[in-house]
């Protein structure tokens, strides 16, 4: 990994990542019945992780010269979350391929995620609070 990484600006991604998993899960849960309906799934943990050990390269460019422009890496916190079909699941006679007890799961999952991410940056902007005040909790 290149650089230093903004932990804040990281668990604010991924509370949005998760913001939009409990979304596309709500929607695969209330489409659970419809006839064609593909469920779909949000990629995030992944692609931070290829970020953060460096195995993400959204644009390989090589300075072969001095002259060249430096090439910046991308921030932990730029990588953006996606919504993918999900796929390797079984279909239904009418093509819905929802399975609703992976998805209740996965939403109760996420919750739990979220609440968790949710106090690791609040505890993380009071630490920061208080070293900027000099630690006079005020």
Known sequence: MVGTVD???????ALDAL?????????NVANAETPGFRAQAVRFEELLESMLTGRFAPLPLVR?????????????SAVQPQV????????????????IEREM???????????A??????????????????????
């Open 105 to 115: 799961g996965l939403l109760a999952e996420t919750t739990l995620r979220y609440s």
């Open 84 to 99: 993918v079909e999900l796929t390797g699941t079984r279909y239904r006679n009418d093509g819905n391929n929802v399975d």
């Open 19 to 27: 913001a939009l998993r409990q979304q596309v899960t709500a929607s």
């Open 7 to 13: 932990p804040i600006g990281v668990l604010t991604r």
């Open 64 to 76: 072969t010269d001095p002259r060249h422009i430096a090439t910046m890496p991308v921030s932990a």
């Open 117 to 138: 991410l949710s106090e690791v940056l609040a505890r993380r902007l009071a630490m920061l609070r208080a070293m900027a005040s000099g630690g006079q909790g005020g």
